[in-house]
């Protein structure tokens, strides 16, 4: 048997045309029946390092008893000059979260992926203290179960006040070791009251390492602290 929760996420892959540019994460989320993939939105487009794809290539497993079988789904960005992909903006400005909504038609038939629903959403910020255990499911530097094409989890905990925005910004902090390739992953806590065929709770949307602008490159080690915004704007992304 495997873990529902591995197969929430998929590995995303960034093309300019046939080039391919950069390597992320992404997981699934279904409202009312229609689907989505969600990833960071610097993984689609990101302004300071000039990143501009304009397809983008999902992961998808084609056989839940043989999970060696997959195929790569390609989705294009761009649709008659505009973005396909929706993403949000609050008082602390733009929300490093971006939706694409998938046709469910092109997958294919026998299709093996769990998705996150908004029963899976934490609706009360009191019952997250700081230094929660969390996971984080993704494929950093795109390393992965190649065989089976399954992502792989990092173990961390929430590093700030969960419900306080961090600094202003809608994010909350976490204290793991990750890499790049992990944008775009779930952060979540298990929790069996809830969806007993995925008992987890999705509390975040992993960005990027935090870092601090002064420190001594040589002196000073990294801060190991990363952003995970708040997955409820999935609830207004796919509204």
Known sequence: ???????????????????????????????????????????????????FPNRIE???HTDAENLT?????????????KSVWRQGKDPGGNI??????????????????????????????????????VLIVGFPLGFHDALHHLPVVRQAVIASSFGLRFQGSGYFLTDARTHRGSS???VVMRDPSTNPQLPWRLLGVHSARMDM?????QLDETLGLNCAWYADILLTLTA
């Open 96 to 133: 490093d979260v971006a939706v694409i909504e998938l046709d469910r038609t092109a997958l294919p038939p026998s299709v093996a992926l769990q998705c996150f629903s908004p029963d899976h959403l934490q609706r009360s910020f009191e019952d997250v203290e700081v230094g929660s255990s």
């Open 69 to 81: 079988r997959s195929i790569g789904l390609s989705v294009l960005l761009y649709l008659d000059g």
């Open 184 to 186: 775009g992953a779930p």
């Open 58 to 60: 999902i992961e998808l």
């Open 1 to 51: 048997m495997i873990e529902p929760l591995l197969l929430t996420a998929t590995r995303v892959s960034t093309f300019d045309a046939t080039r391919p540019l950069t390597g992320a994460t992404g997981f699934f989320f279904e409202r009312e029946g229609r689907l989505f993939l969600v990833t960071s939105r610097h993984v689609v487009s990101d302004e300071p390092t000039k990143h």
């Open 213 to 217: 602008t002064g420190r001594d490159l």
